[in-house]
Nanobody
Framework: HVQLVESGGGSVQAGGSLRLSCALSGVTWRYCMGWFRQAPGKEREGIATIGSDGRTTYAHSVKDRFTISRDNAERTLYLQMNSLKPEDTAMYYC?????????????????WGQGTQVTVS
């Protein structure tokens, strides 16, 4: 049974920080994982990915502010978010592919968490 469980969302003032976590179970940990977000009325967008080799990619909108990382021993994915802006307000999701290569497209990810809300005011 595959489970991805996000935590760490909340409300924060502009300029603040949050750290999201995603605990993974039931699926091979070595695959690519990513963080996505979806704001009301907008499509889900990929914001950061990390491969099994630790290689990362970021969307331009979050580059230099967000950091994706993974703890292989704990099977946990993280997203450190700094210098948050009101436009970062969205539901944030973690996702896992079933292949080694990474992708920024939601359609390429098979497993998804339930999401955690981030609100920046």
């Amino acid at each position: 049974h595959v489970q991805l469980v996000e935590s760490g969302g909340g409300s924060v003032q502009a300029g603040g920080s949050l750290r999201l976590s995603c605990a993974l179970s039931g699926v091979t940990w070595r695959y690519c994982m990513g963080w996505f977000r979806q704001a009301p009325g907008k499509e889900r967008e990929g914001i950061a990915t990390i491969g099994s080799d630790g290689r990362t990619t970021y969307a331009h909108s979050v580059k230099d502010r967000f950091t994706i990382s993974r703890d292989n021993a704990e099977r946990t994915l993280y997203l450190q978010m700094n210098s948050l802006k009101p436009e970062d307000t969205a539901m944030y999701y973690c996702a896992a592919r079933t292949s080694l290569g990474c992708s920024r497209y939601p359609r390429d990810y098979r497993y998804w968490g339930q999401g955690t809300q981030v609100t920046v005011s």
